[in-house]
C-alpha cells in the first residue's frame, strides 16, 4: 500500500532558501521511494496565489492569512497564525486521509498537526531545522534567557514529548533534545545533503565575469548566502587586513543579501577596504554557479552561540559537491560537516588572528588544495547524497506507525 504524507511547511518553492530547498529535496525524494506526497505551507507563505500554486513541479496547498484583533496583536498573532494552519490542515486532512502528517519547523506548524493529528487519529512527525527559540535570538526578537525565550522553549520541548516521533537535521539538535529529557529511540536524524547530480565540479573561473567585478589577477576569497549575523561576515572583513598584509592580491567576494549588507557595506568603509571587498548582490539561482567558480576559497565565518553550535549548514555540503576549497569556524554544527586539513579547514570560532592563519595556508596550498578538495567532494558522494539521507525517514515513519517500511 502506497504511503501518504501530509507536509506542514513554513513557506516553499518558489520562495529560494536553504529551508524550501531542503523541503523539495525531502518531497522528491519520497516520491522517488514510492510515497505520495502532499504538501501545506502556513500563512507565512510569501505571495501565494490563492488556495493551490505550483512551483518547479510541486503542487502546495497554501493557508489564508489570518484577519481579526489577535492577527494584529503581539504574541496573539503567533496563536492566529496556528488556528489558521490547524483550521486549513484539518481541512486538508479529512479530504486527502494521509497516514502521517509531517510538521517542519517552526513549531508554530507542530501544534496544528499533533492536535489535527490526535483528532483524527493520524500519527504526527515534527521535524527540527533550528529551534524556534534560538533563532529568535539571533534575528533581535528574543533574548537568550528571557521570559519570552523560555517560553518558547517550554512549547517546543512539549510538541516534541507529544509528536508521535521527531526528527532533526543534526546530531547536535537530537543531543541538545536528549539532554531535555527525549527518550534517543523517539529522536530520528534526516541530515542535510545535497543532490549530487546538480552539482558539477567547479569547471575553473570566467575571466570575463572575473575581470568585470574588478578581480583580475586576484586570489578571491568568497562568502555566497544570506548576510546573517550568525554568518560571521564581520569577522572576515576584520581579519582582512591582517590576510592583505601577507598577500596583498587577496579579494572578497560577497554574493547576496540581507539584514547585514548595510552594516558590512560600512565596516569596509571604515576598515579602508572598499576597493578589497566586492559586494555583488543577490543574482539569479541559475547564475551562482558562476559566481561559485570565481572563488578560491569559500569562507563561513560563523559566530559561536547555540544556533551554530546545534545546527549545521548547507552551503558547506554545496561547496564540497563543487570540489571547492573551504575554511570554517569550529563551532559545533561544522565540526558535523568539515574535518579540518582533510575535507577543508577549521579555525577557532570569534579568532580573527586564526582566521587570517588558515586562511593565508589554504590559500597557499600546492595545486590550490587539490587532494582536500577531492576528499570533500569524496564525503559527500558517500556521506551526504539526498537519497542515503532520506532513507532514514524509513525507520522514523515506520515507528509512528507502528509497522515496518
Known amino acids: 500500500m502506497t504511503l501518504r504524507i501530509l ?26 521511494l514510492g510515497w505520495e506526497t502532499f504538501h501545506l505551507t502556513s500563512p507565512k507563505q510569501l505571495d501565494a496565489r490563492g488556495l493551490e500554486e505550483e512551483a518547479d513541479g510541486l503542487r502546495f496547498y497554501r493557508t489564508p492569512k489570518p484577519s481579526g484583533l489577535a492577527s494584529r496583536l503581539p504574541v496573539l498573532n503567533q496563536w492566529a497564525l496556528m488556528k489558521a494552519t490547524e483550521q486549513r490542515l484539518m481541512e486538508l486532512a479529512r479530504e486527502l486521509r494521509p497516514d502521517l502528517i509531517h510538521a517542519h519547523s517552526p513549531v508554530l506548524n507542530a501544534w496544528p498537526a499533533i492536535h489535527v493529528g490526535r483528532a483524527l487519529g493520524i500519527p504526527s512527525v515534527y521535524e527540527i531545522r533550528a529551534f524556534w527559540e534560538d533563532a529568535a535570538v539571533d534575528h533581535g526578537t528574543q533574548k537568550e534567557g528571557g521570559l519570552r525565550y523560555h517560553l518558547t522553549k517550554t512549547l517546543e520541548t512539549t510538541a516534541v514529548r507529544t509528536a508521535s516521533q521527531v526528527v532533526t537535521i543534526c546530531q547536535g539538535l537530537r543531543g541538545d533534545l536528549i539532554a531535555r529529557g527525549i527518550l534517543p529511540g523517539k529522536i530520528g536524524v534526516v541530515p542535510n545533503a545535497v543532490d549530487i547530480e546538480h552539482f558539477q565540479l567547479s569547471s575553473g573561473p570566467d575571466p570575463a565575469l572575473k575581470a568585470s567585478l574588478g578581480l583580475a589577477g586576484c586570489r578571491v576569497i568568497g562568502f555566497l548566502g544570506s548576510f546573517y ?4 561576515l564581520d569577522l572576515l572583513l576584520a581579519a582582512l ?6 598577500a596583498p592580491d587577496v579579494r572578497v567576494l560577497l554574493v547576496g543579501g540581507g539584514p547585514q549588507d548595510a552594516n558590512l557595506k560600512a565596516q569596509a568603509q571604515r576598515l579602508g577596504l572598499a576597493d578589497k571587498v566586492v559586494f555583488v548582490g543577490r543574482v539569479p539561482h541559475a547564475e ?3 559566481y561559485y567558480d570565481l572563488v578560491d576559497l569559500l569562507a563561513y565565518p560563523r559566530h559561536a552561540m547555540r544556533l551554530t553550535d546545534l545546527v549545521t549548514p548547507l552551503k558547506p555540503l554545496e561547496a564540497m559537491a563543487q570540489g571547492h ?15 579540518d586539513g582533510a575535507t577543508g579547514f577549521l579555525f577557532r570560532a570569534e579568532d580573527g ?30 556521506e551526504r547524497t539526498w537519497d542515503r539521507s532520506i532513507a532514514n525517514y524509513k525507520a522514523i515513519y515506520g515507528r509512528a506507525l507502528g509497522r515496518t517500511l
Open 7 to 32: 507536509h506542514v511547511f513554513d513557506h516553499s518553492l518558489p520562495l529560494h532558501s536553504g529551508y524550501t530547498f531542503r523541503s523539495a529535496n525531502i518531497l522528491r525524494g519520497q516520491r522517488r
Open 229 to 232: 549575523a550568525y554568518e560571521g
Open 241 to 246: 587586513p591582517k590576510i592583505l598584509a601577507q
Open 288 to 290: 551562482v554557479s558562476r
Open 325 to 339: 576549497l573551504l575554511i570554517a569556524s569550529d563551532v559545533g554544527g561544522h565540526k558535523e560537516l568539515i574535518e
Open 353 to 382: 588572528e586564526d582566521l587570517a592563519r588558515k586562511a593565508l595556508q589554504a590559500l597557499n596550498l600546492p595545486d590550490r588544495g587539490a587532494a582536500i578538495r577531492a576528499n570533500g567532494r569524496r564525503f559527500v558522494e558517500r
